[in-house]
């Protein structure tokens, strides 16, 4: 299984972009995987910004996230996009999409994911 992010790239403090991650590869589109987004900005560690389950429900946001950034999916396509508004600085990171094993479980923890993504930059610009 293969995951790939995309729709990164340079706004201004205050816009907005919306990610996509798509898997391919051997899993069915009705093997409903959990899906996550992380991000890593230079000098920290990776860290939980958005999740939902394989149904669709559930959405959990970490704290800078929620009220600015929208995590959804297609249902049954195993693709999910994270509509990041308001930005600052501060989100300037890699973003890195995630999937667990088929039914499985999306939390706020890495260790729930078994695939990973490239990761795509997002860079804020003040």
Known sequence: VQLQASGGGLVQAGGSLRLSCTASGHVSDRAEMGMGWFRQAPGKEREF?????G??????????AK??????RERRRNTAYL????????????YFCAATNPWGV??????SYYYWGQGTQVTVSS
Not at 106 to 111: D, E, G, I, P, V
């Open 49 to 53: 910004v958005a999740s939902i389950s």
């Open 55 to 64: 149904s669709g429900t559930n959405p959990q946001y970490s704290d800078s």
């Open 67 to 72: 009220g600015r950034f929208i995590v959804s």
């Open 83 to 94: 509509e990041m508004n308001s930005l600052n600085a501060e989100d300037t990171a890699v």
């Open 106 to 111: 999306a939390t706020m923890s890495s260790h």
